[in-house]
């Protein structure tokens, strides 16, 4: 009985897709974090990173809104992290 073998290359792939969209055009930086803006059902969430791992309350609205609402969210959350 022969195994499937997975390809090495495949997390490689995977790897290299999360970079792409890391550095995608939906990419923008405030005050020193990079926030990666990506359609979420109807609306959009926005991760901010302030190092390499997207902060817990990176905000995200299910309702249909426009980016830049989103955008002005994390905004405020940047804002009231860095004035503690």
């Known amino acids: 009985m022969m195994r499937h ?3 090495p290359r495949r997390k490689d792939d995977r790897v290299m897709q999360i970079i792409s ?5 939906g990419d923008s930086e ?3 974090n ?3 803006t990506c359609p979420l ?3 959009w969430r926005v991760a901010i990173y302030a190092s ?9 609205i299910l309702e249909q809104c426009s980016k830049d609402v989103c955008v002005d969210q ?3 959350i940047v804002d009231a992290l ?3």
């Open 52 to 60: 390499l791992t997207a902060l817990p309350d990176s905000p995200a």
């Open 82 to 84: 860095l004035s503690q």
């Open 74 to 76: 994390a905004k405020k």
């Open 30 to 32: 405030y005050r020193g």
């Open 41 to 43: 059902g109807k609306g």
């Open 21 to 25: 969209r890391a550095t995608a055009p």
């Open 5 to 7: 073998q997975r390809s």
């Open 34 to 36: 990079r926030f990666l």
